[in-house]
């Protein structure tokens, strides 16, 4: 995994609480198979509206996120981290974050940084202010810094750490090889009716009949279209 | 002082505590996988040249992007299409077991676990989907984990993890004829908000809780992340142990007695102290109806759509001023004058039997409302639309000028093609209604199987007291 130390670039405000995955990502483009390309996809929906604060020519290099409250909330999705890093952020900002996005961040080289509501809005203010404008995090001093400002942001050690030596979790875990195993020894004592999905058990098999689309469709569209 | 059931849990599988800011490792008893979160972890370990380290403790079935129709022919979405074979390539080189679309036991990944009896107490249960938190229904700590974590389980069997922290939800009293766990869960929503819950694990407590069926009790533990939980949990009892009994993968014989008396134990000790607690009386509940763009924007079937400018906190109100422009609603508008287009019965969160059964009640004997677009009926699996279609429920649904499909997760998502088209309006038993979260554009009102069914009949939204 990529190393994220210092980042700096441009800031971007999202001023919204509650970004759900399903906008950062709508669910049609997760039917791809790779890790990456997925750039495209970010706020595919809010992208159509030529509003959007991505669609301001400052904000369209955009590096920093720097959104409401419950960031992330809903599907599980990597996604979601996945088209936020294609599309060049590498820092996202938040009062608060959904447990599985905080997660996936770290996992994908992305910093979640947290920050009061009160930082969030003043950050909001400098960088409308100046559209365009860089900011800095810092992440072994836990800073950003924005124009004159300089604030402080909450992070775990641990992901800190983590972030900031690229470390892959899986050859962490993997250091722990004696523990794993004697934990595996102690459940097959302790816990003998755990089930395993193997070999396969279930109920008899039977056919299932296929359903058919009707063949007619007399719908004139939408009941707010009828209405006009 | 004592633990609770959750803490419980956890040190039940704690393969090493962390020191100083490390997490702690946890052990995973069993990983559900789907064709969408799991291709990139499979291509993880092919990279890497690691293999799982338990097969088997891993099942895998296809649900989020599979068709409702004519499964028996070729999928017409080229990419739909590579996604589920990918999958079956993976579970074929991989050695895990697939039960696949056409197969008796496939269906949505968080219905296979519990009919196939491999959801269990005590045990801790993943996948790569937020709903995983169904199953902490039967007294399991059960979470959903992003495609990284995915692999990590797949090649060590265990995850990297704080300490969740504890939070009661308790539920008293009896609840009123007409109220469902449905409602239950969207009234704890609207009340803790999204965010109530992160963190924490939520445990359902309550005279009211006790009495819910297992069918009722996922509904409620499914949307738990929809709070913002890490999990949402039930103590197990009598009832969770009636419904495990005999099924495939449940304990049999002196074993099946050896995991009782342990999974008597899953209890929160009188003397154990929640990081919080809520407390919500059920006679005080009613049918709930969501009329924004979160599940914690919902509100009594009987309120009125929000008038803004009457709320105080300026990023509640900028988000309902958002929601109310998105749905098409006007303020103060009562949530009873809303006319839908279509109506969508199904997915985790009601999709079961239980929910069928209680849709086909209301519809039998009636028609759906000429005004409405589609009313479709999906099972959650495809045992549950053969047990439907024992029953003779299919012919209700059918009579009544409602789709009968096959099982998957459908409209939930808008995955496969099952979706709607902009400014279309749903009644929904789903999980979710984020902007365009069943079709681009589209907007959703959740609820529960009762109060859909009754709108399919009336076209406005209604509750089976206004037929």
């Given at each position: 995994m990529e190393k994220l130390t210092v980042v700096t670039g441009v800031g971007v405000p999202l001023r919204r609480s509650n970004v759900d995955t399903d906008q950062i990502?709508?669910?049609?483009?997760?039917?791809?198979?790779?890790?990456?390309?997925?750039d495209d996809a970010l706020f595919y929906a809010w992208r159509r509206n030529p509003d959007f604060v991505l669609n301001q020519e400052p904000y369209r290099n955009g590096k920093i996120l720097v959104a409401g409250p419950d960031f992330g909330i809903g599907s599980s999705r990597e996604h979601a981290v996945w088209a936020l890093h294609d599309y060049g952020f590498r820092v996202v900002i938040a009062p608060r974050f959904a447990d599985i996005f905080y997660g996936n961040t770290a996992k994908n080289g992305v910093l979640a940084a947290i920050m009061p509501m009160e930082s969030i809005e003043l950050l909001w203010k400098l960088l409308e202010e100046e559209p365009g404008r860089e900011m800095t995090v810092d992440l072994g001093e836990r800073t950003v810094t924005c124009g004159d400002v300089t604030l402080p942001f909450e992070v775990g050690d641990y992901v800190r750490w983590r972030l900031m030596n690229g470390y892959d979790d899986i050859d962490l875990t993997l250091r722990h090889e004696d523990d794993i195993v004697a934990y595996e020894k102690m459940r097959a004592e302790k816990f003998p009716f755990k089930p395993t999905t193997l070999p396969a058990r279930h109920l008899p098999e039977e056919p299932i009949s296929s359903a058919r689309e009707p063949e007619e469709d007399n719908w004139l569209g939408p009941l707010a279209d009828r209405d006009k | 002082m004592g633990t609770t059931l959750a803490e419980k849990v956890w040190a039940d599988h704690l393969v090493r505590k962390g020191e100083n800011a490390e997490p702690d490792l946890i052990y995973i008893d069993l990983m559900l996988m789907h064709e969408v979160t799991s291709p990139q972890a499979f291509e993880g370990l092919r990279l890497a040249g690691r293999k799982p380290r338990h097969t088997d403790l891993l099942i895998a079935t296809e649900d989020h992007n599979t068709p409702t129709v004519n499964i028996d022919q070729p999928n017409p979405d080229k990419t739909s299409a590579t996604q589920l074979s990918t999958l079956e390539k993976n579970c074929k080189e991989f050695g895990v077991r697939l039960h696949p679309l056409?197969?008796?036991?496939?269906?949505?990944v968080h219905q296979v676990g519990p009919q196939l009896g491999l959801t269990q107490p005590g045990m801790t249960v993943v996948c790569g989907d937020s709903h995983t938190s169904t199953h902490g229904a039967f007294g399991a700590l059960a979470f959903g984990i992003g495609t990284s974590e995915v692999e990590h389980v797949m090649a060590t069997q265990c995850l990297s993890l704080k300490p969740f922290k504890t939070m009661a939800v308790n539920v008293e009293g009896e609840l009123p004829e007409g109220v469902t766990a449905k409602d239950i869960i969207l009234a704890i929503i609207a009340k803790i908000g999204t965010g109530g819950g992160q963190g924490h694990v939520i445990e359902y407590r309550g005279e009211a809780i006790h009495k819910l069926s297992m069918e009722a009790r996922m509904t409620i533990c499914n949307m738990s992340i929809e709070a913002g939980a890490r999990a949402g949990m039930v103590s197990p009892d009598e009832i969770t142990f009636e419904y495990l009994k005999g099924r495939p993968h449940a304990p049999q014989g002196e074993m099946w007695d050896k995991a009782v008396e342990y999974w008597k134990t899953l209890k929160t000790d009188d003397d154990a102290v929640f990081d919080k607690e809520v407390t919500l009386r059920a006679e005080d509940l009613q049918p709930y109806v969501t009329w924004g763009t979160n599940p914690g924007q919902g509100l009594p079937i009987t309120a009125n759509v929000p008038d803004p400018e009457t709320i105080t906190d300026e990023t509640k109100r900028v988000a309902a001023e958002s929601a109310i422009k998105y749905m098409g609603l006007k303020p103060g508008q009562p949530i009873k004058s809303i006319a839908v287009d279509t109506v969508f019965i199904g997915s985790c969160t009601n999709g079961r039997i239980e929910d069928l059964r209680a849709a086909a009640a209301i519809m039998k004997g009636h028609h759906k409302a000429k005004s409405l677009h589609r009313v479709l009926v999906v099972p959650a699996s495809s045992r549950v639309r053969l047990q439907a279609e024992k029953e003779g429920l299919d012919k209700i649904f059918k009579d009544f000028g409602a789709e009968w499909r096959n099982a998957g997760c459908s409209m939930c998502l808008g995955m496969n093609p099952d979706k709607m088209v902009a400014d279309e309006r749903s009644i929904s038993t789903s999980n979710r209604n984020f902007e365009g979260r069943q079709g681009k554009g589209s907007r959703t009102h959740l609820a529960s199987p009762a109060v859909a069914a009754a709108t399919a009949i009336r076209g406005t939204i209604s509750s089976p007291a206004d037929l």
């Open positions: 990502i709508p669910a049609v483009f997760l039917k791809r198979v790779t890790k990456s390309g997925f | 056409g197969d008796a036991d496939q269906g949505i």
